[in-house]
């Protein structure tokens, strides 16, 4: 975004003057082109088929590039940085996301940091490969795995943080990989490209008093495919016989339910408590230390797969594109 003037209210930025106004542009050494949609959008507005547009530009260009950056607003782009690494299978290239804090245009912005160093790690090679082969976003001087990360602060520029999953690599003088952490995918297999999106899913975050209308209410929505149930430290729940059963006649329909914490750090441990002993018994799906952000992006993923609910766990409790720790 830029500012119209000083006092004015923000506006999108054309990418085609990027150089203009990042100038530091022209000495990193690389070929730098770039892509705009007709249309910006906030990124309030983002949405699948936007994630879709994106995933296309990749696909057009894939054989041509040796990595991508992608620039998004802040507000959800650990949402979409997490959808795309579900969407790219098999990627053995840098897809990065980044943005800023502040806009281009401002004195202070952390624009031009953000962008140049993503750059850089998307160029990044070794023996003639990428260095980082996966969905990563960037942000304040640090890599983090995309599926592992959260927006934790609307005002500091280290808006970003991976909880349970450390750097991928850090800024400073030099670039430090982290080596052990990235993913080294098979890169004989060919990409794959998943479209089949289903966003028929809701959030349910529980808090102390909740009442059984609402719940019942939340899980009768019509055409629900998934729920993503924000449960209270390692994954405990009221033990109410009423909210039980709600929860086991949804999972008998055939509709998942992933118990994730409302922690930023930690893992469920499901039936390490007796407040989560009967979630495990009627088949709520653990989601370990995913993120809700992660967790959304792989339900929206797997439901496109037409799984089977007992498919649909299993495939769900196990890491399959770095998102959790198994």
């Known amino acids: 975004m830029v500012r119209e003037n000083r006092e004015g209210s923000l506006r999108s930025f054309d990418f085609k003057g990027i150089k203009d106004k990042i100038p530091e542009l022209n000495l990193v050494d690389c070929k730098i082109e770039t892509y705009s949609f007709e249309k910006p959008i906030d990124s309030s507005n983002m949405s699948p088929r936007y994630w879709i547009q994106i995933m296309e530009v990749i696909e057009k260009n894939y054989h041509k590039a040796d990595g991508f950056v992608i620039l998004s607003g802040t507000d959800t782009m ?14 053995c290239k840098p897809v990065i996301f980044t943005g800023s804090q502040l806009p281009i245009g401002d004195l202070r912005t952390d624009a031009k940091e953000n962008l140049i160093t993503s750059i850089q790690i998307a160029a990044a090679q070794l023996n003639g490969e990428p260095v980082i082969r996966e969905v990563c976003l960037y942000f304040e001087y640090k890599l983090y795995r995309a599926n592992r990360t959260k927006k934790i602060s609307a005002e500091q520029f280290d808006a970003f943080q991976s909880p349970n999953f450390p750097p991928l690599c850090e800024s400073g003088v030099h670039l430090s990989f982290n080596f052990d952490a990235l993913i080294r995918p098979d890169c004989s297999k060919e990409l794959i490209l998943h479209k089949d999106l289903d966003q028929q899913i809701v959030i349910l975050k529980l808090f102390p008093g909740i009442k059984e209308e609402i719940v019942k209410h939340i899980l009768n929505i019509p055409g629900l495919q998934g729920v993503v149930l924000e449960t209270f430290g390692s994954g405990n729940a009221p033990t109410e016989s009423w909210f039980v059963d709600v929860l086991k006649t949804t999972i008998n329909k055939g509709i998942p339910i992933i118990n994730v914490t409302q922690c930023i750090s930690g893992s469920v441990l499901m039936g390490y408590y007796e407040t989560s ?46 998102e959790m720790t198994d």
Request: net charge negative; with cysteine; glycine share 6%.
């Open 277 to 322: 002993e009967q979630l495990k018994e009627i088949g709520v799906v653990n989601g370990k230390d995913i993120t809700t952000e992660a967790a959304i992006a792989k339900m929206i993923y797997l439901l496109g797969l037409n799984l089977d609910i007992k498919e649909f766990k299993q495939c769900f409790e196990i890491s399959i594109r770095g």
């Open 78 to 91: 650990s949402y979409s940085a997490s959808i795309m690494s579900f969407m790219l299978e098999n990627l």
